[in-house]
């Protein structure tokens, strides 16, 4: 998770150094930040899906 994380920084960060025109620099970050967390979102909707069992809570034992 946390390699993922650097990995999506490092991204973000030459993507940044790519772009030149200040006017759009804000615009830009949003919609990137935007976009990642709406890919992070659908990942992890795909994998609740394939794999229900994940995410069923385990039944307390009752005494």
């Known amino acids: 998770m946390?390699?993922?994380i650097l990995g999506i920084i490092l991204i973000m960060v030459m993507?940044?150094?790519i772009t030149v025109d200040d006017?759009?620099?804000l615009k830009n970050i949003l919609?990137?930040?935007i976009g990642v967390l709406s890919i992070l979102q659908g990942v992890?909707?795909?994998h609740r899906q394939f794999h229900p069992h994940a995410?069923?809570?385990k039944p307390r034992n009752s005494k």
Do not use: D
Request: glycine share 6%; no cysteine.
């Open 2 to 4: 946390l390699k993922g």
């Open 55 to 57: 995410y069923k809570r």
């Open 23 to 25: 006017t759009v620099w």
């Open 15 to 17: 993507l940044i150094a």
């Open 31 to 33: 919609l990137r930040i």
């Open 44 to 46: 992890h909707l795909v």
